[in-house]
């Protein structure tokens, strides 16, 4: 079903922090050479901040949890991965296929090797008119059914955050902000939607997950980090881009899973190269505070 690298296995053997990694944001998220930049310094903050990372993705239908370096250099590089989520995963190993995992299938395989913590950019979630067209991404079930923390910079901003935040309530899943008050919108610090539950370090998150799960929930634990101040986007003008990136989408036809690439993409050009800024520093400074909170959880079990 999947293989674990040695040194994964090694550190899940010995009760020690692992942090999960997902491998669309290095095939499609962003360009080459900075996809593979990225996933190279993910894995060193994670490791950073004391614990193992577990990059994730499937090499011609073998699901490979703790990819190499230069399995990793291999899916920034093909141009033949597919992005795969819990819909297509079993097609994906089962003809043999490179494929990059999303945050839903990332998730799955998480949950099935015991790894507790995940770090990714920003999750899917309810797409602007979504009343109209259902278009609700994946990773909102699997949050809702799979008890992994999950640190993020919130929902990806081309999305409809209010929408998202109903239905990830509506599913039971906790949204934790981490040292603040407000759901970040991915490029931006701010969004002007307000959280329920806030944490200001990581043995807090730790503590708030486990107590989740001790009362019988099998949901993840969604922590919302913002973007660094000094990488961000203004939410007003981030705003007008992603409007004009939905425009010239729904002009060129553009639907389904080929929609965020494109509009990151996008997005990434007109504000000539800051949004990608934002992403990667994004990514780095979640990866980080995954690293932190697998340890902290760690700690709190062997007590």
Not at 162 to 183: H, N, S
Request: charged share 15%; with cysteine.
């Amino acid at each position: 079903m999947f293989s674990l690298s040695s040194v994964v296995a090694q550190t899940l053997q010995q009760n020690r922090a692992v942090v999960a990694l997902e491998s669309t944001v290095i095939a499609h998220g962003l360009p080459f050479p900075h996809n593979l930049e990225t996933a190279q310094a993910c894995e060193t903050a994670v490791r950073e901040s004391g614990a193992e990372p577990a990059t994730i993705g499937i090499l011609a239908g073998q699901a490979v949890i703790g990819l190499t370096p230069e399995q990793i250099q291999t899916i920034a590089s093909r141009d033949n991965v597919a992005k795969v989520n819990l819909s297509n995963l079993g097609a994906c190993l089962a003809q043999n296929r490179w494929g990059a995992t999303t945050v839903a299938s990332t998730l799955h395989f998480a949950k099935m090797a015991g790894i507790k913590v995940f770090a990714t950019g920003g999750i899917g979630g309810a797409h602007r008119g979504a009343s109209e067209s259902f278009d609700i991404s994946a990773d909102l079930n699997a949050l809702g059914r799979y008890p992994v923390i999950t640190v993020c910079a919130g929902a990806k901003a081309i999305l409809d955050l209010a929408k998202t935040m109903e239905v990830l309530e509506t599913l039971g899943v906790p949204v934790i902000g981490y040292q603040t008050d407000e759901l970040p919108a991915f490029y931006s610090r701010s969004s002007g939607i307000k959280l329920d539950l806030r944490a200001d370090s990581a043995d807090e998150v730790a503590a708030i997950a486990a107590q989740h799960w001790q009362l019988g929930f099998s949901t993840s634990a969604l922590v919302v980090a913002p973007v660094p101040a000094e990488d961000e986007v203004a939410a007003d003008e981030i705003k007008n881009e992603i409007d004009e990136a939905l425009a010239a989408a729904a002009l060129q036809g553009i639907t389904g899973k080929a929609v965020t690439p494109f509009l990151l993409s996008r997005i990434a050009a007109r504000t000539e190269g800051r949004a990608l800024r934002a992403n990667i520093a994004l990514l780095k400074n979640n990866a980080r505070i995954a690293g932190q909170i697998a340890r902290a959880l760690v700690n709190q079990e062997s007590r």
